[in-house]
């Protein structure tokens, strides 16, 4: 047999005693060997890699000893584990070839790239019923009550399957639940024309597009928190809930061309078959490497692995009686994101709804610019959201508090919004350009929420995050039920654009913080043992 001992200088003594001729040994002439340390929080291993002109040996992890069985190894930087040479004798050896050109990315970036994929065609599907709702209404001689009817139908089916998309992503996973969650609402959308003459099924499907849609954000929460270290979280959110932005911006792009040239129906189905085309791709991803120990692929040296997560994988499996849900409502951080997100939607979802009215009506505006205009907000999130997610995560990696920065973003969130309101609101002789340019910065400026609250499910409980989003994602839809309904009855009341859309905003999102501000934490929770 073959024996080393390490020795201090990080080199090795071979000594080498045959004590059985038919000992497996290479019978091919070696050219390098490598040995690669991997450092743990526990313990300390080596990777040996072995290349020769017939094949490539890995040899597995073994424990920290001074004397390792096998050949003489060199130590390497855990930065450089391989060199290029050795790659290119690798694929001398035998290896297959890169092709399709995604295949050697780290499948943790495949699924996050599916997943913001995934989000685009969420809010595709969300916005094109706002456009076509116009030739529908004609068409069907809906007025406008029954028109708010089927679109506030969609937040039905959002608001009810936000608790159970999150207890369904902790159990299965997310990647299960945002594979079916797109296949019901692409196949709900696609049969939209077919059942638009009947009321009762017509909003039905769209309860069924707002329920695949609804688990989608606790499920990518879930994918998230199961594969990304705290170092990339920030980027990896903004990446995946940027899709939204995205898709708002095409789906408003794509429906009034379509609806012109083939009818109304064409975005339905076009949108649908885009959703059932992407659930068939999203199968080709290799199920052994779906789900990822972010333990394992930490990019913090100095920041040890339980600071990052706080839970192994092995504890994300259980069922709805192990949710702590007593210590959830117990928790002030936990309450600070419910509100949070209340303000945040409240905001989001009564200015998404009533923005193009009010560019047409109190900026006098036509349709055609209204709706471009109506673009440029999610057109600029999806710049604001990468400085965001650059700057989150670029300020964790030089030790600023995890906490302290998500507090900054949030802030950001909240404030720059209601300042461009304010001064939207009140009359200071502006052109109409003017005023789309300050509300367009403001709207904008909102996505630093991606890097503050989205962020902060994980970053208390990378177990528990899925449940955490679905019940502060349930309260967050309430303004799209409650919110644009208030907001047209008070504008039908005072005719105030102000007081209707404006002054509560305004009001939710200065409390909301005060209230992030004093309460918020991002400080890992051990809800378990609180329970």
């Known amino acids: 047999m073959a024996k080393f001992t390490l020795r201090a200088d990080n080199s090795c003594f071979l000594s080498a005693h045959r004590t059985n001729s038919h000992s497996p040994v290479f019978k091919t002439s070696l050219k390098r060997f490598r040995l690669h340390q991997l450092s743990s929080s526990h313990q300390l291993g080596y990777r040996i890699l072995c290349s020769s002109k017939h094949n490539v040996i890995q040899s597995e992890r073994v424990p920290n000893k001074k004397v390792l069985n096998g050949f003489r190894v060199d130590q390497l930087q855990q930065e450089d584990p391989v060199s290029d040479s050795e790659s290119e004798s690798s694929t001398e050896a035998g290896s297959v070839g890169n092709w399709p050109p995604w295949k050697n990315v780290p499948q943790r970036y495949k699924l996050i790239g599916t997943t913001s994929l995934a989000f685009v065609i969420c809010n595709m599907d969300k916005v094109n019923l706002s456009v076509a709702i116009i030739p529908m209404s004609h068409q069907f001689g809906w007025n406008s009550s029954t028109a708010g009817l089927v679109q506030s139908s969609f937040f039905w089916g959002y608001a009810l399957s936000q608790l159970p998309g999150g207890w369904l992503a902790k159990i299965f996973g997310g990647r299960k639940v945002l ?139 259980g069922s709805l009686k192990d949710v702590p849900w007593k210590a959830f409502f117990q928790n002030q951080a936990v309450w600070a994101m419910i509100y949070a997100h209340f303000c945040g939607s409240w905001g989001h979802y009564t200015c998404l709804s009533w923005l193009p009215t009010y560019f047409s009506e109190e900026l006098n505006l036509n349709l055609t610019e209204a709706a471009w205009v109506s673009i440029l907000p999610p057109l600029a999130s999806v710049f604001v959201t990468n400085i965001a997610a650059q700057l989150a995560d670029n300020l964790i990696s030089r030790g600023v508090e995890t906490t302290t920065v998500r507090k900054i973003c949030q802030s950001i969130a909240f404030l720059s919004p209601a300042i461009c309101m304010t001064l939207s609101s009140v009359d200071l002789g502006l052109p109409p350009w003017e005023v789309v340019g300050i509300l367009t910065g403001g709207l904008a400026l909102s996505s630093f929420a991606l890097s503050g609250l989205y962020c902060t499910h994980q970053d208390i409980s990378p177990k528990y995050a899925s449940i955490l989003l679905g019940i502060t994602n349930t309260v967050g839809a309430i303004p799209g039920i409650v919110g644009v309904a208030l907001t047209g009855y008070n504008l039908d009341s005072t005719h105030s654009w102000t007081m209707s859309l404006f002054a509560p905003s305004i009001f939710f999102y200065l409390t909301g913080t005060v209230v992030w501000l004093m309460f918020a934490s991002s400080k890992p929770q051990s809800f378990s043992e609180q329970n």
């Open 179 to 317: 594979e079916i969650g797109v296949l019901v609402w692409s196949v709900a959308t696609a049969f939209v024309p077919s059942l638009a003459g009947y009321m009762p099924g017509l909003i039905l499907s769209r309860i069924l597009v707002g329920i695949g849609e609804g688990v989608s954000p606790s499920a990518a929460t879930d994918i998230i928190a199961r594969s990304i270290p705290l170092e990339e979280r920030s980027r990896a959110v903004a990446f995946v809930f940027g899709g939204l932005s995205v898709g708002s911006v095409m789906g408003l792009l794509l429906a009034p061309p379509l609806i012109q040239n083939f009818g109304w129906e064409s975005v339905f189905y076009l949108f649908g078959l885009l959703g059932i085309a992407w659930f068939l791709g999203f199968q080709i991803l290799e199920e052994g490497g779906a789900e990822l120990s972010a333990e394992s692929i930490s990019l913090s040296k100095g920041l040890p692995v339980k600071q990052s997560w706080s839970n192994s994988l092995k504890e994300m499996n």
